[in-house]
């Protein structure tokens, strides 16, 4: 019998791994996905499918650049996560270009530029969302309307739009905070009242449950222990500290 | 009931206590020779004073201190010294160590052991020397030397004795059997020690988790005013000294500190029960209880062993399949260390001998990148920033590992264990703290041969000067000799010049 001469500890948490990780990062972000896709249709769903799949393509031709192991890697999913989450920031219905632009920034200059997995200075399907959005403003600002104001596309449409940009332009309708942008003459209260994309049960129509399907998933990461509340709390309250220090009867700089 | 506090981090293993079914005790009989390590403690290695043909009694010194942070070793049984030589020891880093082998001859026949009549009328030196002489080291497997720890003697004194019976490590059952099966010795043993170092509260930590143990030292413990069990709910590694003080008393230990520092002094059930042996039965350390465990063992359980016993024969007593094992484990699964050689002996810090089955402990997964997750921080016990550390470990940074603290580092594993990228991270802070120690060392040493290098150019130097100054007065004497021998020279000249013109003027 030949001993083995390991280091301690000797044992380790079971079912934790990178992998691991990345997946129940995955699950967490199912609530958001769903909702998001109630209201506006299959769109963030192709994008989110078309986009991993490219991100693993990208993943595997940069470690295959580097010299790299391509297989184990690819079977971490934190590439996954990256393609998930920027396309969950994209617009549903995207034109194919867009995403393929944003997902080649995110994993070769986000991720794999400084090394790879955990060397990246900044998340790197941010970093492909901030490319995108200086570089394709237009697109980038053309979200559907919501289920309840205008009509949610199928499936069909969803992949022609994919391949075909142009043919829907006529559903496109501003986000919330992009509407408080263009009126910002009108008082808070005033706008909420006249636009049917604000007057969602606790915010804007449709997004309100988005952010609280996210949050969802949040708290559930949180209750995983797969992060701690202090970054995105201090965040947030940050953001509210200067908002409400900007507060003056409700007029755009009040909340933006 | 006393009130506890809770400590940073912290994880729950599963903890496969009941294998060794804790309570019981087997004795591990006689097995066919002993091997004995010089250095079973931390500090100088004891120096033989047997040699190779002599028969020793049990009880019979075999090594004796050298120093004062050592102590010495005594023969656990009757026989003869068969081998003074370098043999494998338990250490973490597989080094090899002097070891005495006796093989012994089965009458188990010992010297004469003489206790002290009544060791509240001795003075604390005496018992200090008692302790030293009876070979005893931390039990619970640190090995410090405890007369040092007796006799360290700071400002304020010691307040509290904590008895710490947390055991936190999995698998292990040592302390909880003891404490089961010795509890009336444990708190003898804690009042000799309260009343060496003067402290007036001697708390016995239980963690949750053994509440037989808690029940038997509570009941134990009415005898003794001062004492008081403390229980607290389980977590790793509530057992690190540093921790439990945490837990029971609310107060940390500085860094770069002891807990004399702060008052408290912690001491091990089976130490206890030793130093209660040492003085009252005249007992040195030669046995100890160790948990041999682990799905590899047909009959894991806690054994009473005779130190020096060879693990192999150890793991035998309970049935070891050697096919099925491919790491057995001195110590815990969170910081015991794999043996390398079945051959080498039990010591008085093995508390445990661990033999899991591949399945039970499979062989470490593949290091992959830190994803910066922190979870190793949220683990760590001593509110370090484990990944900062790893970063500056490889790095080789060595200001930046003192600044973060590397050396408040209790190499617990929590960091390690939680880590889903799998990075041996206490690998790491194990040899960064050796380059630490080793730069530390070097600067001591560079810094004296500076401090030697400038007394001798300072001794050259005013050498020099002083050389210089008597060729100085020298050169003066001698012209002020030669201007001297001038005037002469002209004297004897002007004298002749003299004479001659007298005699000139005479003819």
């Given at each position: 019998?030949?001993l083995?001469h390991?280091?301690?500890p000797?044992?380790?948490?079971?079912?934790s791994?990178?992998?691991?990780v990345?997946?129940?990062?995955?699950?967490a972000?199912?609530?958001?996905?769903?909702v998001l896709t109630w209201?506006?249709?299959?769109?963030?769903?192709?994008?989110?499918?078309?986009g991993s799949a490219?991100a693993?393509?990208f993943?595997?031709?940069a470690?295959?650049l580097?010299g790299?192991?391509?297989?184990?890697?690819?079977?971490?999913?934190s590439?996954?996560?990256?393609a998930?989450l920027l396309?969950?920031?994209?617009?549903?219905?995207?034109?194919?270009?867009?995403?393929?632009?944003?997902?080649?920034?995110s994993?070769?200059?986000?991720?794999?530029?400084?090394?790879?997995?955990?060397?990246?200075?900044?998340?790197?399907a941010?970093?492909?969302y901030?490319?995108?959005?200086v570089?394709?403003p237009?697109?980038?600002?053309?979200?559907?309307e919501?289920?309840?104001i205008?009509?949610v596309?199928?499936?069909v449409?969803?992949?022609?739009?994919?391949?075909?940009a142009?043919?829907?332009?006529a559903v496109?309708?501003?986000?919330?905070l992009d509407?408080?942008r263009?009126?910002a003459?009108?008082?808070?209260?005033?706008l909420?009242?006249a636009?049917a994309e604000?007057?969602?049960?606790?915010?804007?129509?449709?997004?309100?449950l988005?952010?609280l399907a996210f949050?969802?998933g949040?708290i559930?990461?949180?209750r995983?222990r797969?992060f701690?509340w202090?970054?995105?709390v201090g965040m947030?309250?940050?953001h509210?500290?200067?908002?409400?220090s900007?507060?003056?009867e409700g007029?755009?700089?009040?909340?933006? | 009931?006393r009130?506890?506090?809770?400590?940073?981090?912290g994880?729950?293993?599963?903890?496969r206590k009941?294998?060794s079914?804790?309570?019981?005790?087997?004795d591990c009989?006689?097995?066919?020779?002993?091997?004995?390590?010089v250095?079973?403690?931390i500090g100088a290695p004891?120096?033989p004073i047997?040699e190779?043909?002599?028969?020793?009694l049990?009880?019979?010194?075999?090594?004796e201190?050298?120093?004062?942070?050592?102590?010495p070793?005594?023969?656990p049984s009757?026989g003869t010294?068969?081998a003074?030589?370098?043999?494998?020891?338990?250490?973490?880093?597989?080094?090899?160590?002097?070891c005495i082998e006796?093989?012994?001859?089965?009458?188990d026949e010992w010297?004469?052991?003489?206790?002290l009549?009544n060791?509240r009328?001795?003075?604390?030196?005496?018992?200090?020397?008692r302790?030293?002489?009876?070979g005893?080291?931390?039990?619970?497997?640190?090995?410090f030397?405890?007369?040092?720890?007796l006799?360290?003697?700071?400002?304020?004194?010691?307040?509290?004795l904590?008895?710490?019976?947390?055991?936190?490590?999995p698998?292990?059952?040592?302390?909880?059997?003891?404490?089961?099966c010795?509890?009336h010795?444990i708190?003898?043993?804690?009042e000799?020690?309260?009343?060496?170092v003067?402290?007036?509260?001697?708390l016995?930590?239980?963690?949750d988790?053994?509440?037989e143990?808690?029940?038997a030292?509570?009941h134990?413990?009415e005898?003794?005013?001062s004492a008081e069990?403390v229980?607290?709910p389980?977590?790793?590694?509530?057992?690190?000294?540093?921790?439990?003080i945490?837990i029971?008393l609310?107060a940390?230990?500085?860094?770069?500190g002891?807990?004399a520092?702060?008052?408290?002094l912690c001491?091990?059930?089976?130490?206890?029960i030793?130093?209660r042996d040492?003085l009252i039965?005249?007992k040195?350390?030669?046995?100890?209880v160790?948990t041999?465990?682990?799905m590899?063992?047909?009959?894991p359980?806690n054994?009473?062993v005779?130190l020096g016993?060879?693990?192999?024969e150890l793991?035998d007593?309970?049935?070891?399949?050697?096919?099925s094992a491919?790491?057995?484990?001195?110590g815990?699964?969170?910081m015991?260390?794999?043996?390398?050689?079945?051959?080498?002996?039990?010591?008085?810090?093995?508390n445990?001998v661990l033999?899991p089955?591949r399945?039970?402990?499979?062989?470490p997964?593949?290091?992959?990148a830190?994803?910066?997750?922190?979870m190793c921080?949220?683990?760590?016990?001593?509110?370090l920033?484990p990944?900062?550390l790893?970063w500056?470990?490889?790095a080789?940074?060595?200001?930046?590992?003192?600044?973060?603290n590397?050396m408040?580092?209790?190499?617990?594993?929590?960091?390690?264990?939680v880590?889903?990228?799998?990075?041996p991270?206490?690998?790491?802070?194990r040899?960064?703290?050796?380059?630490?120690?080793?730069?530390?060392?070097?600067?001591v040493?560079?810094?004296?041969?500076?401090?030697r290098f400038e007394a001798?150019?300072e001794r050259?130097?005013?050498?020099?000067?002083a050389?210089e100054?008597?060729r100085?007065a020298r050169?003066?004497?001698a012209?002020a000799?030669?201007?001297a021998?001038d005037d002469?020279v002209?004297?004897?000249?002007?004298?002749?010049?003299?004479?001659?013109a007298?005699?000139?003027a005479?003819?």
């Amino acid at each position: 019998m030949s001993l083995l001469h390991v280091s301690s500890p000797h044992v380790h948490k079971p079912v934790s791994s990178v992998e691991q990780v990345m997946k129940q990062v995955l699950l967490a972000t199912i609530p958001g996905v769903l909702v998001l896709t109630w209201f506006f249709g299959p769109g963030t769903l192709v994008n989110i499918v078309f986009g991993s799949a490219l991100a693993l393509a990208f993943e595997a031709w940069a470690l295959w650049l580097r010299g790299k192991d391509y297989k184990t890697p690819l079977r971490d999913h934190s590439v996954v996560v990256t393609a998930t989450l920027l396309c969950i920031a994209l617009p549903p219905y995207a034109p194919w270009w867009l995403i393929a632009v944003g997902i080649g920034v995110s994993v070769l200059l986000g991720k794999h530029v400084f090394g790879g997995l955990g060397y990246n200075p900044f998340n790197p399907a941010m970093v492909g969302y901030v490319v995108l959005l200086v570089s394709f403003p237009l697109q980038m600002s053309s979200w559907t309307e919501p289920r309840g104001i205008g009509e949610v596309p199928g499936i069909v449409d969803a992949f022609t739009a994919l391949f075909a940009a142009s043919s829907y332009d006529a559903v496109t309708a501003a986000t919330p905070l992009d509407l408080f942008r263009q009126n910002a003459g009108m008082l808070f209260g005033d706008l909420t009242q006249a636009k049917a994309e604000l007057a969602g049960p606790i915010a804007g129509l449709g997004w309100d449950l988005v952010n609280l399907a996210f949050l969802a998933g949040g708290i559930w990461l949180l209750r995983q222990r797969i992060f701690i509340w202090h970054a995105p709390v201090g965040m947030l309250a940050a953001h509210a500290i200067w908002a409400a220090s900007g507060w003056d009867e409700g007029g755009y700089y009040s909340i933006a | 009931m006393r009130q506890i506090f809770d400590i940073h981090g912290g994880i729950h293993p599963s903890e496969r206590k009941d294998m060794s079914n804790p309570g019981w005790i087997s004795d591990c009989g006689m097995p066919s020779k002993l091997v004995l390590p010089v250095t079973q403690h931390i500090g100088a290695p004891a120096r033989p004073i047997v040699e190779v043909g002599d028969t020793v009694l049990g009880g019979q010194t075999i090594a004796e201190a050298q120093g004062p942070v050592s102590v010495p070793v005594h023969a656990p049984s009757s026989g003869t010294v068969t081998a003074i030589e370098a043999r494998a020891v338990p250490h973490a880093s597989g080094l090899t160590d002097i070891c005495i082998e006796i093989s012994l001859d089965g009458n188990d026949e010992w010297v004469s052991c003489q206790g002290l009549d009544n060791w509240r009328d001795e003075t604390k030196a005496v018992l200090l020397d008692r302790v030293r002489l009876a070979g005893i080291a931390g039990l619970g497997g640190a090995g410090f030397p405890t007369a040092i720890k007796l006799a360290s003697d700071r400002d304020g004194g010691i307040h509290t004795l904590i008895i710490n019976g947390t055991e936190c490590e999995p698998y292990i059952t040592a302390d909880d059997t003891v404490m089961q099966c010795f509890a009336h010795q444990i708190i003898e043993g804690a009042e000799i020690l309260a009343h060496m170092v003067g402290a007036e509260t001697v708390l016995l930590a239980v963690e949750d988790n053994k509440p037989e143990a808690a029940e038997a030292m509570r009941h134990a413990a009415e005898a003794l005013d001062s004492a008081e069990v403390v229980t607290f709910p389980t977590k790793y590694p509530s057992g690190g000294e540093k921790q439990l003080i945490e837990i029971l008393l609310n107060a940390q230990v500085p860094s770069g500190g002891i807990p004399a520092d702060i008052g408290v002094l912690c001491q091990n059930p089976s130490t206890a029960i030793a130093v209660r042996d040492a003085l009252i039965d005249g007992k040195p350390v030669t046995h100890r209880v160790t948990t041999v465990t682990g799905m590899s063992l047909k009959d894991p359980g806690n054994r009473r062993v005779m130190l020096g016993t060879p693990i192999k024969e150890l793991l035998d007593t309970a049935g070891f399949n050697a096919e099925s094992a491919d790491r057995v484990i001195h110590g815990g699964p969170m910081m015991g260390f794999a043996v390398t050689d079945l051959d080498m002996p039990v010591v008085k810090i093995t508390n445990c001998v661990l033999a899991p089955t591949r399945s039970e402990i499979p062989p470490p997964q593949p290091q992959q990148a830190c994803i910066r997750c922190g979870m190793c921080a949220e683990a760590c016990p001593a509110s370090l920033l484990p990944q900062q550390l790893y970063w500056y470990a490889r790095a080789k940074d060595q200001d930046q590992l003192e600044r973060h603290n590397l050396m408040d580092c209790i190499e617990c594993g929590a960091c390690a264990y939680v880590c889903p990228s799998h990075i041996p991270l206490v690998q790491y802070y194990r040899s960064a703290k050796g380059s630490l120690r080793e730069a530390a060392k070097e600067k001591v040493r560079s810094d004296n041969s500076r401090t030697r290098f400038e007394a001798r150019q300072e001794r050259l130097e005013r050498e020099a000067a002083a050389r210089e100054a008597k060729r100085a007065a020298r050169k003066a004497a001698a012209e002020a000799r030669a201007k001297a021998g001038d005037d002469l020279v002209q004297a004897a000249i002007e004298r002749a010049k003299a004479k001659k013109a007298q005699q000139e003027a005479e003819q």
